[in-house]
């Protein structure tokens, strides 16, 4: 039994197009209702996706900064390091006569920001890579871990995201040290430390501290008390550093996404440091400093809609956004950060329903479409779907949706999806709430999923033409 599910699993990753996991900018998921296990059957094909995912994920794992050829300034490999994304070289003025090699380029011609265009070659050093692997594969390994009742499959699972948790952070050989001075570097003649937006890196602290309080809350017998007292120390040391560099601070005044993203780590990071306190300090300061100014009233994002990529970047802040607000209410059960306003009279919800009609249209951004999928299905849980448009939306716009890990955690959304009707209240919730109280014990069983698996398996099969293969 143990095998088949495995191995279904693995053919499963094969098929990417029919189950491609996708690396949504963030999101805080409540682990008690995770713990609890009390959902309803409509979340069956979403909790399905996150066993798959979890399987997907942990391939390549463990995954550490010392996973570079390069050296940071300090000379210590334990330090993160990343190269800026969106800087190029510019060899005009240098009067080199032939072609200049890689290594002459990145040291003699001056780098410029070009806006929204990626140069590859910041790929040579792959931190931010791995983190993001890393990231991802210990959220939802540690998701599944709480939703199986397996032994072999629940102990599979735990054992995934303990380990790639202690690889980055806490194991000697492989930690990284509690800094992002080497963050974002630019190259050229006048080489320097990292940039403030480095700082962005790690904006997934959040998923990854989301997992250790599964963990914790979840008595995981892998995260031992040990590790917990080691990971603190690491964050109350990355903490400080958040706090009092030079580069963090510039950040946090960013008043874009970067700075929505700087409030997002610092505050589930005191959450994980057991400081709540201070983590509703950090999202109170954020509601009532940077977000003011955010959103206009029409809804509109204006400090992301001036970027080459307004569409990605309307759902990337407002990513940052939904979580500082989930974030806010799990310290604060009072808190009233979805409906506080901006200076123009606007909330979150208005830059959720402004974001939606606005299509991704723009060059290269058809990519980013879905990235305002999780952002929509939080607003319905949160305010209600009374006549029914975001519920529309997604049908349209992703029919397999409720196949997706976040259907589970944004509830009572979606609930009475196969009838086309959604909740009408709009009274604000919390991404904790189950389906209204109807349904109960609704973690499905190992048996419906490899059913389930089976059935999706046979699905992509044939959408790719491959036939007679045995699952």
Not at 250 to 269: C, D, I, M, P, R
Not at 370 to 390: M, N, Q
Not at 418 to 428: D, E, K, L, Y
């Amino acid at each position: 039994m143990r095998s088949t599910f495995l191995s279904i699993a693995t053919v499963a990753s094969i098929f990417s197009t029919a189950v491609a996991q996708t690396a949504y900018a963030n999101d805080w998921v409540d682990p008690d209702y995770i713990l609890s296990r009390n959902f309803g059957p409509h979340t069956a094909r979403s909790q399905a996706q996150i066993i798959l995912w979890a399987h997907k994920l942990a391939i390549g794992g463990p995954w550490s900064v010392m996973n570079k050829t390069f050296t940071p300034p300090s000379g210590n490999k334990h330090d993160y390091m990343s190269l800026a994304p969106y800087w190029w070289p510019d060899c005009s003025g240098v009067g080199n006569a032939t072609a200049l090699t890689e290594q002459q380029i990145w040291t003699t011609c001056p780098y410029k920001q070009r806006d929204g265009q990626f140069n590859p070659d910041a790929r040579t050093v792959d931190n931010v890579g791995g983190f993001q692997s890393m990231s991802e594969a210990s959220f939802y390994n540690t998701m599944a871990w709480a939703l199986n009742t397996d032994p072999y499959e629940r102990g599979t699972f735990e054992f995934n995201a303990v380990r790639f948790i202690r690889a980055w952070f806490i194991d000697d050989d492989t930690k990284m040290t509690p800094h992002m001075n080497y963050a974002q570097m630019k190259r050229g003649p006048d080489g320097q430390l990292g940039s403030r937006t480095g700082i962005l890196d790690l904006k997934n602290m959040v998923k990854v501290s989301n997992a250790i309080l599964i963990l914790r809350k979840g008595q995981s017998k892998l995260w031992t008390d040990d590790l917990d007292s080691k990971m603190r120390a690491w964050t109350k040391e990355y903490i400080n550093w958040l706090e009092t560099s030079d580069l963090a601070q510039e950040e946090k005044a960013a008043t874009n996404n970067h700075g929505s993203f700087y409030y997002n780590q610092l505050a589930a990071l005191k959450i994980l440091n057991n400081d709540m306190t201070g983590a509703k300090t950090t999202t109170d300061e954020f509601f009532n400093t940077l977000y003011m100014d955010q959103i206009t009233s029409k809804g509109e994002q204006p400090l992301e809609a001036i970027r080459t990529r307004p569409y990605h970047y309307r759902a990337y802040n407002l990513a940052a956004l939904v979580t500082n607000a989930r974030l806010a209410q799990h310290v604060d059960k009072t808190s009233n950060s979805w409906n506080k306003t901006t200076k123009d009279g606007a909330n979150i919800k208005s830059a959720v329903d402004f974001a939606m009609t606005v299509p991704a249209s723009g060059t290269g951004e058809t990519k980013y479409a879905s990235e305002l999928h999780p952002i929509i299905a939080s607003a319905a849980s949160v305010y209600g779907d009374s006549d029914g448009k975001y519920l529309a939306y997604m049908k349209k716009e992703n029919p397999l949706f409720m196949s997706s890990p976040y259907v589970l955690w944004n509830q009572p959304w979606a609930e009475n999806e196969a009838s086309g009707r959604a909740p009408t209240s709009s009274v604000p919730n919390t991404n904790q709430n189950n389906a209204n109280g109807k349904t109960s014990g609704g973690v499905v069983s190992l048996k419906l999923l490899r059913v389930g698996l089976l059935k999706r398996m046979a699905l992509a099969t044939a959408a790719v033409g491959v036939l007679g293969r045995r699952l």
